[in-house]
């Protein structure tokens, strides 16, 4: 069973930085697509960014030029490194997984709150 473990949210000023880890433990599979969503308080749930087997990424509008996403194979790990943050990127934080980068996630974590001030 596949479980993932989301840290690192924390609450910062605006223009700050967070860098949000997740690890992945369970079953081992080929050609899995990880990355973070979002949900807002009475907001939709967003993708933020997703990055597959080959490295291979992709950001909301909203966050590109700010957010990267990054892999780590030896620890199963995937991070999301947020600079410049505003208000708007207040939300919890969640880390999945997906068969494929293009499909919804099926398996989430349990989230991690980022918080921004002005």
């Known amino acids: 069973q596949v479980q993932l473990a989301e840290s690192g949210g924390a609450s910062v000023q605006s223009g700050g930085s967070l860098r949000l880890s997740c690890k992945y433990s369970?079953?081992?599979?080929?050609?899995?697509?990880m990355g973070w969503y979002r949900q807002a308080p009475g907001k939709e749930r967003e993708r933020v960014a997703t990055i597959d087997d080959g490295g291979s990424t992709t950001y909301a509008d909203s966050v590109k030029g700010r957010f990267t996403i990054s892999q780590e194979y030896v620890k199963n790990s995937i991070y999301l490194q947020m600079d410049d943050l505003t208000p708007d990127d207040t939300a919890m934080y969640y880390c999945?997984?997906?068969?494929?980068?293009?499909?919804?996630?099926?398996?989430w974590g349990q989230g991690t709150q980022v918080t921004v001030s002005s």
């Open positions: 999945v997984t997906m068969r494929v980068c293009q499909l919804p996630p099926n398996v």
């Open positions: 369970g079953p081992v599979y080929s050609n899995l697509c």
